[in-house]
């Protein structure tokens, strides 16, 4: 994902986060710190989807070899392999906005982080 693509997703959903922290709160605004602090999904969902799908290709044989009479070694292996990958896709991976931000680099992270805090203000 190039670094522009990355910064409007990172962007929706750190907006999606904060406007559910609002609620949750109760308060108008949130500070700086605190929107660098919430945790969003770094990982966008179709990509999570793929790792489910991926996941399920090795489960799929693991029950076929095992419920055929096959190795019981080798379906436990697919299996875990399986369902790590699955694992993986079901949970995603969430981390804090200010690190998803310093990924971006210096001056697109400043900018991402100037249109979420603006479109905050102006709730």
Same mark, same amino acid.
């Given at each position: 994902? @190039?670094?522009?693509?990355?910064a409007?997703?990172?962007?929706?959903?750190a907006?999606r986060?904060?406007r559910?922290?609002?609620?949750k709160? *109760?308060?108008?605004t949130?500070?700086?710190?605190?929107?660098l602090?919430?945790?969003?999904?770094?990982v966008?969902p179709?990509?999570?989807a793929?790792?489910?799908?991926?996941?399920?290709?090795f489960?799929?044989?693991? /029950? /076929?070899i095992?419920? @055929?009479?096959g190795?019981v070694?080798i379906?436990?292996?697919?299996?875990?392999?399986?369902g *790590?990958?699955? *694992?993986? *896709?079901?949970?995603?991976q969430?981390t804090?906005v200010e690190?998803?931000?310093?990924e971006?680099?210096g001056?697109?992270a400043?900018?991402t982080?100037?249109?979420?805090? @603006? /479109?905050?203000?102006?709730?």
């Amino acid at each position: 994902m @190039n670094a522009e693509r990355r910064a409007r997703y990172i962007e929706r959903v750190a907006l999606r986060a904060a406007r559910r922290a609002l609620r949750k709160s *109760g308060k108008e605004t949130l500070t700086r710190e605190e929107l660098l602090a919430l945790r969003i999904q770094r990982v966008p969902p179709w990509k999570r989807a793929c790792l489910v799908g991926f996941g399920l290709l090795f489960i799929v044989p693991a /029950v /076929v070899i095992f419920s @055929n009479g096959g190795s019981v070694v080798i379906s436990c292996a697919l299996g875990a392999i399986g369902g *790590g990958f699955a *694992g993986v *896709g079901l949970v995603g991976q969430r981390t804090t906005v200010e690190s998803c931000l310093a990924e971006l680099g210096g001056g697109l992270a400043e900018a991402t982080l100037e249109i979420i805090y @603006n /479109v905050l203000s102006h709730l």
